[in-house]
């Protein structure tokens, strides 16, 4: 159960879904020159952590953006509780925090933090450590429609690694509330993603044409899992 909980950062979740799972990530940009101490310093303040038993966090690197995507790391939160997420959040104080917070200030150029609700995931078992994520802006009304689309591409698409659709509800930026995430279990398959038959090169076809009525894509980024903590 703790492997399937890790799996879900960045996916969706809404009222007319059966199942809550929340999320909270920081992301970070972080000098080129200090990023080995920075990801030291990232590990050992939260392999010190106690994590509630139903909240996980991974920590990874963003090699792969578009331009003006400053960021470089991600630390992703995840709960099937919003209460022990927000719990874990409160509970990063004191002595031990105020000193990780003093050795990676100076690292850091900026960053920004957002969270969501999750709901729609493909193939749970196969979650690998390399994961690209699709940033949409949908409007309120039409997320459901969305949510059908994706659910119907697919139900035709073979994809490579888990697949999952989110909604970020805190820390929207430039209207981008939408996100579809996916793993792959090499770069191999990460160069080669898309369609591999006719029937996948229609569902794609179908979920873009119905999708470019609802929805503005906005950008693409993909992570490396650098470790998982809990």
């Known amino acids: 159960m703790k492997k399937f909980y890790l799996l ?10 059966s199942q809550q799972l929340y999320w909270y990530d920081v992301i970070l940009e972080v000098n080129g020159e200090d990023t080995i101490e920075f990801e030291k310093a990232v590990d050992s303040y939260y392999s010190s952590v ?3 038993a139903d909240v996980t966090m991974t920590f990874s690197a963003i090699p792969l953006k578009g331009q003006g995507y400053e960021e470089t790391h991600i630390l992703s939160f995840v709960s099937p509780s919003s209460e022990s997420l ?5 509970s990063l104080t004191g002595e031990a925090w ?4 003093s050795v990676v200030r100076p690292y850091v150029d900026g960053f920004r933090a957002s969270a969501g609700n ?4 493909y193939k749970p078992d196969e979650f690998y450590g390399i994961g690209q994520v699709w940033g949409f802006k949908v409007k309120s009304k039409d997320v459901p429609a ?13 994809s490579p690694g888990f697949v999952g659709l989110a909604q970020v509800t805190h820390g ?7 996100l579809i995430y996916g793993t792959y279990p090499d770069l191999n398959s990460a160069f080669t993603f898309g369609p591999k038959n006719d029937d996948e090169a229609k569902a794609f076809a179908e979920f873009f044409e ?5 929805s503005d894509f906005t950008q693409s980024w993909t992570r490396v899992k650098i470790q998982d903590y809990n």
Do not use: C, Q
Request: hydrophobic share 55%; aromatic share 16%; glycine share 2%.
């Open 118 to 121: 999750a709901l729609l995931v």
């Open 146 to 158: 969305f949510a059908n689309t994706f659910t119907k591409l697919m139900e035709t698409f073979d």
């Open 50 to 52: 106690d994590f509630p």
């Open 8 to 17: 879900l950062s960045f996916l969706f979740s809404a009222s007319l879904f």
């Open 98 to 101: 105020e000193n990780y917070v």
């Open 210 to 214: 119905v999708t470019a009525e609802i």
């Open 172 to 178: 929207i930026s430039d209207g981008e509330n939408i």
């Open 86 to 90: 927000a719990n874990l959040r409160a």
